[in-house]
């Protein structure tokens, strides 16, 4: 028997805020991988090891606020919870494997393609896996050109945002792209749960159960709070918000001692030369 399934159990409530919370997670990761291309080679692998984290939690805070509007009518959802926390785990990890290729490769050419296509990748990834934490009285079917559809514009999302963070435009650049990324994360969530459909197993009269906010909400917990740290982090970058490299000489860096100065007089007073002596003339003496 096929079950009901509402997407949208509390509205628009859901949707929105787990598009905000993707533009957020977005927004952070681009603004570290930015900065990441702006220092120095020792600091690079903590800004995007930073901006990987920040994606992936994101998207995988997106993905579950949405989840919490999914229902099946006739049955009870549960989450196992080592499942999805692995699916949080591959999330960062595939990210953080595109993010660390534009990173060190450049946004451009094979890099970025490579990159973007991991990085998409990873948020499809994370998004079935979740699906597959699921646990209810049924079993779960997808749409294989569906699923396909929502993992190319995962990839495309990916590269496109990988893109705009190597233009190293300001902060108003990073927004934008945040906000597309948002969008398309969110998408690809939402094309990917069209593909599904549940058949149930046994009756069809309805059960009751603990609403699915009431089982994610103490999983989100721990995500959201970093997310929160990381934009402290950001926010208090002295050059994230400008985007401009710190590119001072090195005798303005601190802890650098200072080269000394070296004045270079531009005119000298004219000196007469003083005539060579007895035994250094060539001249013939009178005797």
Same mark, same amino acid.
């Given at each position: 028997?096929?079950?009901?399934?509402?997407?949208?159990?509390y509205?628009?409530?859901?949707p929105?805020?787990?598009?905000?919370?993707?533009?957020?997670?977005?927004?952070?990761?681009?603004?570290?991988?930015?900065?990441?291309?702006?220092?120095?080679?020792?600091? %690079?692998?903590?800004? @995007?090891?930073?901006?990987?984290?920040?994606? *992936?939690? +994101? !998207?995988?805070? =997106? /993905?579950?606020?949405? #989840?919490?509007?999914?229902?099946?009518?006739?049955?009870?959802?549960?989450?196992?919870?080592?499942?999805?926390?692995?699916?949080?785990?591959?999330?960062?990890?595939?990210?953080?494997?595109?993010?660390?290729?534009?990173g060190?490769?450049?946004? %451009?050419?094979t890099? @970025?393609?490579?990159g973007?296509?991991i990085? *998409?990748? +990873? !948020?499809?990834? =994370? /998004?079935?896996?979740g #699906?597959?934490?699921?646990?209810?009285?049924?079993?779960?079917?997808?749409?294989?050109?569906?699923?396909?559809?929502?993992?190319?514009?995962?990839?495309?999302?990916?590269?496109?945002?990988?893109?705009?963070a190597?233009?190293?435009?300001?902060?108003?650049?990073?927004?934008?792209?945040?906000?597309?990324?948002?969008?398309?994360?969110?998408?690809?969530h939402y094309?990917?749960?069209?593909?599904?459909?549940?058949?149930?197993?046994?009756?069809?009269?309805?059960?009751?159960?603990?609403?699915?906010?009431?089982?994610?909400?103490?999983?989100?917990?721990?995500?959201?709070?970093f997310?929160?740290?990381?934009a402290?982090?950001?926010?208090?970058?002295?050059?994230?918000?400008?985007?401009?490299?710190?590119?001072?000489?090195?005798?303005?860096?601190?802890?650098?001692p200072?080269?000394?100065?070296?004045?270079?007089?531009?005119?000298?007073?004219?000196?007469?030369?003083?005539?060579?002596?007895?035994r250094?003339?060539?001249?013939?003496?009178n005797?």
């Open positions: 028997m096929q079950g009901t399934v509402d997407g949208f159990s509205g628009l409530v859901t929105l805020v787990a598009y905000l919370m993707a533009c957020l997670g977005g927004a952070l990761g681009l603004r570290c991988t930015t900065r990441s291309m702006l220092v120095t080679h020792s600091s %690079r692998p903590a800004w @995007l090891a930073l901006g990987s984290a920040a994606i *992936g939690s +994101g !998207i995988w805070t =997106m /993905h579950f606020i949405a #989840m919490m509007g999914f229902t099946v009518r006739q049955a009870p959802i549960h989450y196992d919870k080592a499942m999805t926390f692995a699916s949080l785990a591959v999330a960062i990890v595939m990210v953080g494997v595109g993010i660390f290729i534009v060190y490769r450049g946004a %451009r050419g890099a @970025l393609f490579t973007g296509t990085t *998409g990748l +990873g !948020i499809a990834s =994370m /998004h079935y896996l #699906m597959a934490a699921m646990r209810l009285n049924g079993r779960l079917e997808y749409d294989t050109v569906t699923v396909a559809f929502s993992v190319v514009i995962a990839m495309c999302a990916a590269t496109a945002a990988l893109w705009a190597g233009q190293v435009r300001g902060f108003l650049w990073s927004v934008g792209a945040s906000l597309v990324m948002g969008l398309a994360v969110s998408g690809m094309t990917g749960m069209a593909a599904l459909t549940v058949h149930l197993h046994g009756t069809s009269a309805p059960t009751s159960g603990e609403s699915p906010a009431a089982l994610l909400w103490p999983m989100l917990v721990g995500p959201l709070a997310l929160l740290i990381a402290v982090v950001v926010m208090f970058d002295p050059l994230m918000v400008m985007g401009k490299p710190d590119w001072s000489p090195v005798e303005h860096k601190p802890g650098v200072a080269h000394p100065s070296v004045h270079h007089p531009a005119h000298q007073p004219h000196r007469p030369v003083r005539p060579l002596g007895r250094g003339s060539r001249t013939p003496q005797r």
